[in-house]
């Protein structure tokens, strides 16, 4: 047994991270001598609603595909979507049947946490916002989480393992366990020893909030650290907190009286769109965290719409091989393959996979700015003002 309860790449790649049921499909079809060809679509909705989601995690469902012997389009990662296909999938059947699973879970968790992301940003816009939920999720999916955000637009993040992955440098400078390791009346020594220790290019942002009253540690880590100190984070939970807010105001108000204009002020602990959208114009940075680690996943599904060239569906699908556009209004449009697209409308499909072998590119920076001009374009997000 392994050490963690972790499914491993092998799992992954081999198709055995799957549902049980593909295992019986695949056993019943090879007993009857069946493998059509067919062509299966990953949606959400099957009608546009208005309701914008962000599509993200193509990149490893590009990289599960690979190898195996058919063609796959999708939508780029960072476009927003709200109904129709986003991805499609033609070959024979069992030539991807018990990739679904995985296939499935890498697209509606990763989409999940990036529309979450979006959603902060647009709350926030000129705001220096990082993720900070890593820790709220199982640490195998750190990376996913953190590549999703920074694709919804957030500036940054803490978890130092996904930085390595991403090739990105993790942010963040101290807990309160730090603050408590010194002791109540201490606050001094930890702030100063983490001056001491750390290297220079680490912010000295001090945390602001363990023992006592913000704008009095706030004071104290000015006198503490002089022209040193960069900013201050305000991580009080939320059953002390009070009115935020004011708070936020009066810590900048000491400060400018004290002529330390000059130092930020971060905010975290429990934030949402809501949040950011109150505090946005008196703090100048913000930690989130499970409100996007812990999106909810986007529902998505993939089905059978065409067999041997013949369209087809389930009950309650749309059968056919669609096609989707971006019209010039933002809206989004979905129409059968071979079908004239709205006039002056953009096709979002392109080409992911070609036998086997992936032909598309996956640039974090491309599709943060993708899903920066979709949510212009749609407006996304103004509706919760």
């Not at 647009?122 to 820790?135: I, K, T, Y």
């Not at 942002?205 to 650290?225: G, P």
Request: charged share 30%; glycine share 10%.
């Amino acid at each position: 047994m392994p050490p963690f309860d972790v499914v491993g790449e092998e799992a992954i790649r081999s198709g055995r991270a799957t549902d049980a049921y593909f295992e019986r499909t695949e056993t019943t079809l090879r007993h009857a001598d069946r493998n059509p060809r067919v062509v299966a679509e990953v949606t959400a909705d099957q009608f546009p609603d208005g309701e914008f989601e962000l599509f993200a995690g193509l990149k490893d469902a590009a990289t599960l595909l690979a190898g195996h012997d058919l063609d796959a389009d999708a939508i780029p990662e960072g476009r927003l979507f709200d109904g129709g296909p986003v991805m499609r999938v033609e070959g024979n059947y069992l030539e991807f049947a018990r990739l679904e699973t995985s296939l499935l879970g890498f697209l509606s968790h990763a989409s999940g946490i990036a529309t979450a992301a979006l959603e902060v940003r647009r709350a926030a816009p000129d705001s220096n916002v990082l993720s900070f939920g890593a820790r709220h999720v199982h640490p195998s999916i750190a990376a996913v989480v953190e590549r999703s955000a920074l694709m919804g637009g957030l500036d940054g993040f803490s978890h130092v393992a996904a930085g390595e992955v991403l090739g990105r440098e993790a942010s963040g400078t101290m807990p309160h366990a730090l603050m408590i390791c010194f002791g109540a009346g201490k606050q001094e020594e930890a702030w100063t020893a983490f001056d001491e220790a750390v290297p220079d290019d680490v912010p000295r942002i001090a945390l602001c909030d363990t023992y006592s009253d913000e704008v009095d540690e706030v004071l104290r880590a000015v006198d503490a650290l002089g022209d040193r100190l960069s900013g201050v984070r305000l991580d009080t939970t939320s059953s002390r907190r009070g009115d935020m807010r004011h708070i936020v105001r009066e810590v900048k108000w000491k400060l400018r009286a004290r002529g330390r204009e000059d130092v930020d002020v971060f905010v975290s602990g429990g934030l949402g769109p809501d949040d950011l959208r109150e505090l946005s114009d008196v703090a100048d940075g913000f930690g989130v965290g499970g409100y996007v680690s812990n999106a909810t996943p986007v529902d998505f599904a993939l089905d059978i719409v065409e067999r041997a060239g013949e369209a087809v569906a389930k009950r309650g699908k749309l059968s056919g091989v669609k096609e989707v556009y971006r019209t010039r209004d933002g809206a989004h449009h979905v129409g059968l393959r071979g079908e004239d697209g709205p006039e002056g409308a953009e096709s979002l499909m392109e080409p992911l996979v070609r036998d086997g072998e992936v032909v598309a590119d996956f640039d974090l920076d491309a599709a943060t700015d993708r899903a920066r001009e979709d949510a212009e374009l749609t407006g996304f997000g103004e509706r919760a003002h």
